[in-house]
């Protein structure tokens, strides 16, 4: 419908390989975006679908006899709800930390009469590219006897190096007569930061904000090697051990007496679980992260 | 005013000398503002660099009051682990497979995202497009753990992929324990999670095209194919350079978490890579000199290859990656 529209506009027919393309297209990106979108429907429907539906996999892409049970068993009988206040904590606290000293660190370095710029920029850059190693730093946080805190979660995205360079070229972007007129009417540095640079950076500082709290959120590595309890547990870290200790599960399903609980129901259950939050900030993250591929393709 | 005017042109300097303990006065906050990151780069950055002498030494973790005080009690034995390192088997294979893994993943999916952002530019139909785009890159949000669990989901041996195979009385397939099909399990699920977001990148940049110059090539009678080659690929090119150079840089670097999530013991031959087996070493058994040691080689070549993508970077494209 929409082709012959455009044809009739622009009064040219369309020849047969723009037809074909354009086909093409349509088709090819529909069977891409059903390919992304229809494993997490897949995923939805399993963990709402009865035990028996779920093992004989007769479950696709809708709730088989759909039944409330496996949820309940992932909220009541697992350390689900500690893990996610676990990982909101450490994203809420870690990124609005992380967007301080960011800020603080790219607003004197995004200033070219400041004394000493190139030496902390060039330290930045060194630390940047190259990297003491896993051990090294896994023995620095021992010593610092922050394993199975909340700090030991944080310190490793305290500063992103990449996210504090574009912070700095987006302040090195605006223009100086703005800043220059409030240090006329006596502003001092700081209140220039808070009341002009700030808000005249907005869209770069939500994309970079966005960047720091998925690092957080989603980070697996640095929260299973600095933590060890269960109390500490992250959100990815319990899933991962949810899939990788079934047996566990099976026992507790036993004894528990939850016969229309299944393993492969419990997985994607806790899966669906921990995306609730990232569906929920979707919109959000969609209009500031396209947005910062923008900034980023113009100023690197 | 005429300070104003030498800010404005960093050129020319003010009249009046401005001493540094004068700046420093003045801009002491700006000084202040600096410290929280600096500590976080001597702690977490700048310490490890020194923990890097764990390579030479028998580290024993107890030698000293703590963890970094037993590193200057431990003796220094040389390249005794490197020589270790160097003549085991396990180190050709983990850095072959670094090589093979992230080659394929360049090979198979570096071009997808170029072809996908072409033609989802070719679609006229609005609410289609954004429709499709915004579902594409919805995975890319996702962390690899969840990614794990779902294609667990489908791939798994009571999956719904092994239920249809075993429909159609074909035998199931143990995608996480096969070793010949590990690799390509990994490729796919990594074009999966990035695919979209790599597109919406290169969406980006055909967006930045000047419009004028379709027009100008449509007057001159250039079909869709005529276009796209020659106005839309060229526009391209910069993206496309910078990606495939960073891809390169950082090839020691990524697939790591990911490996981590979707690896066991009985793949280990086929995808066990440079940063996993630094891990399993010098942390899971607790060789760490061996992990240190490791782990020292994929930062030197690591620092090689990035600091050799920004120079080819500054060279074609007049640009810096940091």
């Given at each position: 419908m929409q082709l012959r529209k455009r044809n009739k506009v622009n009064g040219i027919s369309l020849s047969t390989s723009e037809k074909v393309i354009s086909v093409i297209s349509y088709i090819f990106m529909g069977l891409l975006a059903l390919c992304a979108i229809l494993p997490i429907l897949h995923v939805v429907s399993k963990s709402f679908s009865s035990a028996s539906a779920v093992t004989s996999g007769s479950v696709l892409f809708w709730p088989v006899k759909p039944q409330f049970e496996t949820m309940k068993y992932v909220l009541e009988e697992t350390p689900f709800l500690n893990a996610l206040k676990n990982s909101l904590l450490v994203t809420g606290i870690g990124t609005v930390i992380s967007m301080l000293v960011t800020i603080g660190t790219a607003y004197p370095l995004s200033k070219p009469d400041f004394k000493g710029r190139k030496f902390f920029i060039m330290a930045y850059i060194v630390s940047m590219v190259f990297f003491g190693g896993i051990v090294p730093a896994y023995m620095v946080v021992r010593t610092l006897k922050?394993?199975?805190?909340?700090i030991a979660l944080i310190l490793p995205f305290f500063i992103v190096h990449f996210n504090m360079f574009v912070v700095k070229n987006y302040f090195e972007g605006l223009p100086e007569s703005v800043e220059e007129s409030a240090r006329i009417d006596g502003a001092s540095d700081m209140r220039i930061l808070v009341s002009i640079v700030c808000p005249m950076s907005k869209p770069v500082l939500a994309t970079v904000a966005m960047l720091y709290a998925v690092n957080y959120w989603n980070n697996y590595f640095h929260a299973m090697m600095y933590t060890t309890s269960t109390k500490m547990q992250t959100l990815q870290v319990f899933i991962y051990n949810t899939i990788n200790n079934t047996q566990t599960l099976v026992e507790r399903l036993v004894i528990g007496n939850y016969t229309n609980v299944s393993i492969d129901g419990i997985i994607a259950a806790v899966v669906v679980l921990s995306l609730i939050p990232i569906v929920a900030l979707y919109p959000f993250v969609q209009r500031f992260m396209v947005h910062g591929i923008t900034i980023g393709s113009v100023k690197g | 005013m005429k300070n104003i005017t030498a800010r404005l042109r960093p050129g020319i300097k003010p009249r009046k000398p401005y001493g540094l303990l004068a700046y420093l006065r003045d801009h002491y906050l700006l000084y202040l503002m600096l410290i929280p990151g600096l500590f976080f780069l001597i702690v977490y950055k700048f310490l490890p660099l020194y923990g890097i002498t764990i390579a030479f030494k028998d580290y024993s973790i107890f030698a000293g009051s703590n963890p970094i005080d037993a590193i200057a009690k431990s003796p220094w034995v040389g390249f005794k682990h490197f020589d270790r390192l160097f003549s085991s088997s396990q180190f050709v294979k983990v850095l072959l497979n670094t090589l093979i893994i992230n080659g394929y993943k360049i090979l198979f999916l570096f071009p997808i995202p170029i072809i996908c952002a072409i033609m989802l530019n070719e679609i006229r139909n609005v609410a289609y497009r954004k429709l499709a785009q915004t579902a594409i890159y919805v995975p890319y949000f996702f962390s690899w753990v969840i990614v794990f669990g779902i294609f667990y989901s489908l791939l798994g041996t009571y999956g719904i992929v092994n239920s249809a195979l075993a429909a159609l009385g074909q035998e199931r397939i143990s995608f996480f324990s096969d070793t010949n099909v590990f690799r390509g399990l990994l490729v796919f699920t990594e074009g999966w999670k990035e695919i979209g977001w790599n597109t919406v990148i290169y969406l980006a940049a055909i967006t930045a095209i000047d419009p004028t110059l379709y027009e100008a090539a449509r007057v001159d009678g250039a079909g869709k194919l005529r276009q796209i080659w020659n106005i839309t690929l060229p526009g391209l090119a910069p993206t496309i350079v910078l990606m495939l150079i960073l891809k390169v840089g950082y090839i020691l670097e990524t697939g790591f978490e990911q490996i981590l999530v979707f690896y066991n013991a009985t793949v280990y031959d086929v995808a066990d890579v440079i940063q996993t087996y630094v891990y399993r070493m010098g942390l899971g058994q607790a060789d760490f000199s061996l992990g240190t040691a490791l782990g020292l080689f994929n930062s030197v070549v690591a620092f090689i290859l990035i600091v050799g993508a920004n120079t080819v970077c500054k060279k074609l494209l007049h640009r810096s990656i940091w």
């Amino acid at each position: 419908m929409q082709l012959r529209k455009r044809n009739k506009v622009n009064g040219i027919s369309l020849s047969t390989s723009e037809k074909v393309i354009s086909v093409i297209s349509y088709i090819f990106m529909g069977l891409l975006a059903l390919c992304a979108i229809l494993p997490i429907l897949h995923v939805v429907s399993k963990s709402f679908s009865s035990a028996s539906a779920v093992t004989s996999g007769s479950v696709l892409f809708w709730p088989v006899k759909p039944q409330f049970e496996t949820m309940k068993y992932v909220l009541e009988e697992t350390p689900f709800l500690n893990a996610l206040k676990n990982s909101l904590l450490v994203t809420g606290i870690g990124t609005v930390i992380s967007m301080l000293v960011t800020i603080g660190t790219a607003y004197p370095l995004s200033k070219p009469d400041f004394k000493g710029r190139k030496f902390f920029i060039m330290a930045y850059i060194v630390s940047m590219v190259f990297f003491g190693g896993i051990v090294p730093a896994y023995m620095v946080v021992r010593t610092l006897k922050i394993i199975d805190t909340y700090i030991a979660l944080i310190l490793p995205f305290f500063i992103v190096h990449f996210n504090m360079f574009v912070v700095k070229n987006y302040f090195e972007g605006l223009p100086e007569s703005v800043e220059e007129s409030a240090r006329i009417d006596g502003a001092s540095d700081m209140r220039i930061l808070v009341s002009i640079v700030c808000p005249m950076s907005k869209p770069v500082l939500a994309t970079v904000a966005m960047l720091y709290a998925v690092n957080y959120w989603n980070n697996y590595f640095h929260a299973m090697m600095y933590t060890t309890s269960t109390k500490m547990q992250t959100l990815q870290v319990f899933i991962y051990n949810t899939i990788n200790n079934t047996q566990t599960l099976v026992e507790r399903l036993v004894i528990g007496n939850y016969t229309n609980v299944s393993i492969d129901g419990i997985i994607a259950a806790v899966v669906v679980l921990s995306l609730i939050p990232i569906v929920a900030l979707y919109p959000f993250v969609q209009r500031f992260m396209v947005h910062g591929i923008t900034i980023g393709s113009v100023k690197g | 005013m005429k300070n104003i005017t030498a800010r404005l042109r960093p050129g020319i300097k003010p009249r009046k000398p401005y001493g540094l303990l004068a700046y420093l006065r003045d801009h002491y906050l700006l000084y202040l503002m600096l410290i929280p990151g600096l500590f976080f780069l001597i702690v977490y950055k700048f310490l490890p660099l020194y923990g890097i002498t764990i390579a030479f030494k028998d580290y024993s973790i107890f030698a000293g009051s703590n963890p970094i005080d037993a590193i200057a009690k431990s003796p220094w034995v040389g390249f005794k682990h490197f020589d270790r390192l160097f003549s085991s088997s396990q180190f050709v294979k983990v850095l072959l497979n670094t090589l093979i893994i992230n080659g394929y993943k360049i090979l198979f999916l570096f071009p997808i995202p170029i072809i996908c952002a072409i033609m989802l530019n070719e679609i006229r139909n609005v609410a289609y497009r954004k429709l499709a785009q915004t579902a594409i890159y919805v995975p890319y949000f996702f962390s690899w753990v969840i990614v794990f669990g779902i294609f667990y989901s489908l791939l798994g041996t009571y999956g719904i992929v092994n239920s249809a195979l075993a429909a159609l009385g074909q035998e199931r397939i143990s995608f996480f324990s096969d070793t010949n099909v590990f690799r390509g399990l990994l490729v796919f699920t990594e074009g999966w999670k990035e695919i979209g977001w790599n597109t919406v990148i290169y969406l980006a940049a055909i967006t930045a095209i000047d419009p004028t110059l379709y027009e100008a090539a449509r007057v001159d009678g250039a079909g869709k194919l005529r276009q796209i080659w020659n106005i839309t690929l060229p526009g391209l090119a910069p993206t496309i350079v910078l990606m495939l150079i960073l891809k390169v840089g950082y090839i020691l670097e990524t697939g790591f978490e990911q490996i981590l999530v979707f690896y066991n013991a009985t793949v280990y031959d086929v995808a066990d890579v440079i940063q996993t087996y630094v891990y399993r070493m010098g942390l899971g058994q607790a060789d760490f000199s061996l992990g240190t040691a490791l782990g020292l080689f994929n930062s030197v070549v690591a620092f090689i290859l990035i600091v050799g993508a920004n120079t080819v970077c500054k060279k074609l494209l007049h640009r810096s990656i940091w």
